[in-house]
DNA sequence: CGTTTCGTTGAGTTAAATCAAAACTGGTGG
DNA sequence: CCACCAGTTTTGATTTAACTCAACGAAACG
């Protein structure tokens, strides 16, 4: 990317974080009561956490927060997409984790992130004051035991992204992303009718391109040929129908054979 | 790399671990005492511990365990160096992971990696039974805490090292690599005799290559114009000199002014 | 509707990969 | 001690996948 482009973008000014009033919610009623960070916790756990707990929501392009800064609380997404990414002085960036429904922000014991976080779509997270939830990992063990099992999961997740980022293709790239997601979104969704998988990425294609460590021009270059190979179909902007995800997983280089085979 | 050449590596035969039988170390002489998963315990956790113990070394170019074997323990590096690594079906791979003296092996609740891990030169672990050491953790506090804080502080640094895969040229990268060797010898060994650095990386290569997401060649090529350029110099094998630091950090792409700036 | 942001496509360039060969290293045994 | 060997490293010539630059559509938006 040329320098000025770049620079361009690195000043761009930060729209101002908007602290929404949301209704608030029953954590027995959660969406994500069973795979965030609570998913361990007894009823009286769960109580000590509601007393600590608020919503908090972000609309698209916000930022939850920016590299360096301090940020007063931890939490939960609840809703919606958000991107984990780092910014090099001269402008180039490179996503290094995205955030879907039940993913944890920030780390206990630490005020300040390293890396810009933000919204995607519009996200609604579930939010914990630092102090009080650091106290409560303290004297419970479920929270800290569940925040340990997400954070190896999360390494795992990181290590896999190392390989895509250090060795794969751009069309192994591009195929690996739609793989991913597709997969998440196979486990909380709907069971998959029959294969065919829709892929609601609100990842724009540049959004994509720092996720693969690609130019945009070259992600849209790559999604075309997949699309023209029928390999994979394009619904309306940003919607993306896999018809066969197996024939997909081909793509990504990968072993495959996960176990699915009919 | 063609598809010939990287086959011709995948079937490379492993050699056979070795089992060594070492000398007891009492945990309060340990090396790494203060800095491995052992750093919290009290003395009565650390009495547990040493029950549960054992030492085991591998020589260079040994497999600690390959990607789906099981792994009958966990265990932290006493001494020596260890790569993470994985793989891809046709041979392409690319390191995940520099195991270093305090570094954890292996992931509680999993009884198999889904990584090659390999010895680079000797390597002597300090190794636990899965199950006590489980037990272990659910009993006491102070093993699953510093587990988290340390996962947590390797999520960061495969996270560091996505930037500088998807992101950075090959001579930001090789220098990238150089800066964290050097950032953790400076850590554990001398302070570094006013900013002159030795670096004994036994890396060959194409270690450096798979961990940098390059061949090996060129990783040969950047070394040869950082070492005429005067920012390294070439001590024995694999021995490289840093006279600046700060010249090498300037060659990463980072920000740099990492605060030690006299 | 203009306007702006986002996405596609084309033409030319370049950093790193590939292919190839020579030079160096360290260990082994005659 | 030296010749030899296997593994490693360096260097050179060429190719290529992805980047850069540029222009043009297509949605989204007030």
Redesign the pocket.
Known sequence: ??LD?RLAKAVTVPSIPKLTKDVEIECAGCPIRHRAVCAKCAPDELTRLEEIKYYRSYEAGQAITWAGDEMGFVASVVRGVATISQTMADGRKQMVGLLLPSDFIGRPGRSSTPYDVTAVGEVTLCCFRRKPFEQLMATTPHVAERLLDMSLDELDAAREWMLVLGRK???EKIASLLTIIARREATVGVPAMKGRITIDLQL???AMADYL?????????Q??ALKNEGVIE?G???RIVVPDIRRLMAETGDDMDGGLIA
């Open positions: 990317m040329p482009r293709t751009a069309r724009t294609r540049e460590g690609l130019t945009l021009e070259t992600v849209s270059r999604i075309s394009l309306t902007q940003r």
